[in-house]
């Protein structure tokens, strides 16, 4: 007992052997430096080499706080389950890696949902809390270690202070204080890797000689490709440098690892390794000083020949810029200037947003617009940006991971040209010009040139603003002008002439005076700029974007009965894995596995080795060749991803990416995924006959119901149009077992009660103010929820009107199916006819280029046009100019479409069938053309473009882009969930 307390370590430590949670500090005070490197870095790399060190018989787990959002509390978060740590400490080490600082730190409540994990009333349960923070989220720390130390069985917490100050860990040492735990102070890497060790490793068992066998093998050739994004260009030895770590930390021997160019054969690196865990660390290269390091796991299988491993590895950022709104950037275009010289007009600096702070250094710059691109790591960038040394903006960005984050940049500038003139209105002889946001005095201007050349005016890049020029020809003394210019903002060109001999006016001076500098500072991005907006980063929230594999780790079950996936593109359920006994599993695929055509589906065996690379998210790949499939698990590490491939070898192969389904999501083997597939019900006037509603279970819909609505069902006279929307699959249920229950349709828009105020078999549905109340008619198809108290069939004048008119009186007059209603097209598009699939071609920059210049517009009426961004000569005017239009008729789902070209007059005849893919994009089968074409949605939910962004003349951009010709309402519109509907 004394020998361990001369040691420092408390009494209970080796007691007895108890699960372990490492509570890990994800705060974003972990930006913070300590020599050079931040400290989540530091944390990172130490606590990996640490928990290699771990016995693996041993159980440990990891929760994180603060990593998801900034100012929640709540961001709390079990990343890894406890469990022996030979499968749980891959995954701690992959989580803390990918982890992202953001948010406060709630440290009491994590350590409080740690102990209630480990049973710690039951058993013996130990917390480590690595923290670099106080506690920030209104709790006591003191009070609850007392609280755990009398409630537990034997309970410790181990507080590992990283960076504080005495005084800040003095508030959290009572932690360990008070129960038995140790304190332990780390002010750099060093201390913090002899804190983890006498905390997290005390149990390690250093490794014997006789562990390792002498045997000698050549191993096993690997290839490696590497990408920034899944969409971007494959990399190598240009662009990276770094090696190979075995699963213990020791390097693995240059000789055995080679960077490449992936020009010459195609591969990014390659290696000779033996079958095993193995992490990569890579340096990433950039231009502007951009890059990132990269660490992931990734494991080599035994057998024979050649193996992949392909990895995307970070995220990247593209600029598209906008002088202004009205007036993009065309790249190899001239680009006009009144300030001289040959450098770049252009210049960019990115910066971490770290705890709602600007970083001290940038990440990346960019000098010109030749290469508007950078690898970044995932995370809250402020960008600051000058044009032409006349304006400097901030703009603050989300790069997502693993794919390319397309970002406008608008500099919000006005180009304004200055024709100054003698006093016979001749131009003057070498025009100089001065701007300045202050009464001037001396050389208190921020941008000067020349304004005209050779007869030729060129403009200044100025914000919107009241400033003061000074103009005049070179030498000309009190013969130069001065006056006040306005730039209003409307973005249009703005043209001055002025003569000469022109002063300040009193009250100019004295409103210039009055309102100090226009310029809310002079921002130096290279060249110095007016800034006239600060970005508020105090304010930042995260953007809503799914977070990536790499910042996650969802529990994966042991025992559990099915590993449920989703298709990343169409948010479907649709591939499901099951244990059998032996450990070995089917994988069911479901119909339209793929997002689109040309893909049925499967249900096959696989191997207990997949079945463990998916349960515990190993980075591997299987070719099931008997079955014409390959499965990539855990791609690049992102352990909630898997990737499908049919026919892999083939010319044409048919890929897929899935992620991991929300816990709780089903989807049984051999069954429909809904049990009520098939089911259909039709309301409507008992009295009349007439049919306004229709419920159903589409198959492809997941287990969701869908909502049919006819136009006018909200009564005789009244605006309310048809539209189409899905429902929680329980509104079956609770019409036949009686309930009263409201649901939300899925646009967020509208609402169906049913057996309202107790009565059976009738509902309410209200939207915007509609309303209209129906009773159940006819329902057709039992699915396999069938229950007896089904409504009965309408009798006496409800079947004859049933009878009559095989499609009732259901709007629109024609009789359309169910199917063909969902399928026909209609919305905003990049047509694309390479054939590529959708995540290919939405994953490219060049979508939402061809969306902003050029989209395709097709409305629910069959009205077909392209149109064209053009520059508008004033600021009510509509940008978006109709090139190409014409009628289509529409047949069920066919559309036969003649287009004339308002130019030239030229008619171009289509005719295809529409297939609608999710999300708001379609697959066109055009006649004619052996492969399908994509209908792309330029607007669809997680996507780069929003249908509400608010244009300069207060119009939204789906409006203008949706706006038509012939006077006539579009028709259709986008929720706020960016998803397309009929109506307005």
Known sequence: MCNLLAFGLPTNVYAQEADTIVVFDGSGSMWGQIEGRTKIEIARETLSSVLREIEPSSRIGMIAYGHRQKGACSDIETVVPVEQASRSVPQMISVANGLQPKGKTPLSDAVRIAANELRFTENAATVILVTDGIETCDADPCALAS???????????????????????????????NTGGLYLAAKDADELGEALRRTVANNAISPNEDDFGSEISLGRPIRFIFRDTDAGEQIGVRQLSGGLEHADGTPVENAQFQLEYPEAKGNSATAVLEPGQYVAKLQREGAGGS??????????????????????????????????????????????????????????????????????????????????????????????????????????????????????????ATRVFVDAREADGSPVKRQTTYWYDKVPSGRNYWVHGAGAR????????????????????????????????????????????????????????AMLEARGSGCLEILRVVRDGCLVEKAQLSSIEPSGEQPAASETVTQKASVAPSIIFNNRSTKKTVLSFHESDAGAGRMILGDGWCGRGGCAARDVEVPAALMDAVRNGQTATFDLSENALRIFTAPGGFEDTLTVIENPDSN?????????????????????????????????????????????????????????LAEGWCGQGLDCAGSIAGLPAGIIDALEEGRTQTFQDSWGIGTVTVNPEGQRNFIEVAEKGKYGKFQLLERNGSGTGDKSSAAPAPSGNQAEASQGNASGT???????????????????????????????????????????RAPTVIWPDGTMARKQFVQPQGPDENPYKTVASGQCQISGTQFNCSLTDRQNGDVQNLTFKSRLLGNN??????????????????????????????????????????????AQSPGMGFDRNNMAFRGQ
């Open 147 to 177: 609280e755990l130390e009398n409630l537990g069985v034997n309970f410790t917490t181990h507080v590992v202070g990283f960076g504080l100050s005495q005084d800040e860990g003095r508030q959290v040492q009572c932690l360990a204080e």
């Open 291 to 412: 890059g990132y390091t990269a660490r992931y796991a990734f494991e080599v299988p035994e057998g024979e020949g050649e193996y992949l491993v392909e990895a995307s590895l970070s995220g990247s950022l593209t600029l598209n810029l906008f002088i202004n709104p009205n007036l993009p950037y065309v790249k190899g275009e001239a680009f006009p200037t009144a300030v001289g010289g040959s450098r770049p007009r252009f210049h960019f600096a990115i910066y971490p947003i770290v705890d709602g702070a600007k970083a001290e250094q940038p990440a990346a710059t960019i000098a010109g617009a030749d290469d508007l691109t950078r690898p970044l790591p995932p995370g809250t960038y402020l960008i600051q940006g000058n044009i032409d040394s006349g304006t400097s903006v901030e703009r603050v960005v989300e790069v997502k991971p693993a794919r390319p984050t397309v970002y406008n940049f608008s500099f919000d």
């Open 454 to 509: 050779d007869g030729d005016l060129q403009p200044f890049y100025l914000p919107t603003g009241d400033w003061v020029v000074n103009v005049g020809g070179e030498g000309y003394g009190k013969r130069r002008s001065e006056l006040v210019v306005t730039v209003p903002g409307d973005f249009r060109d703005l043209r001055l002439e002025v003569g000469e001999g022109r002063t300040l006016t009193e009250a100019e001076k």
């Open 652 to 708: 044409r192969p048919v890929k897929a990416v899935m992620v991991l389904a929300p816990e709780g999501q089903t989807m049984e083997p051999g069954k429909p995924v809904s049990e009520h597939t098939g089911v259909r019900l039709v309301f409507g006037d008992a009295f009349t006959g007439k049919r306004y509603v229709v419920i159903d279970y589409p198959p492809e819909a997941d287990g969701a119901a869908r909502i049919v």
């Open 810 to 852: 259901m709007s629109p007059p024609e009789e359309v199916s169910l199917d063909d209603q969902v399928n026909r097209v209609f919305g905003v598009f990049n047509i694309n006819q390479t054939g590529a699939s959708v995540d290919e071609v939405v994953g490219n920059y060049a979508h939402v280029d061809q969306c902003q």
């Open 921 to 966: 994009h379609y697959a066109l089968e055009v006649k004619g053309q052996e492969n399908s074409w994509l209908a792309v949605s330029c607007f669809f939910p997680d996507g780069e473009l929003r249908a509400d962004t608010v244009m300069p003349n207060g119009r939204s951009l789906a409006e203008l882009i949706m706006e038509r010709t012939d």
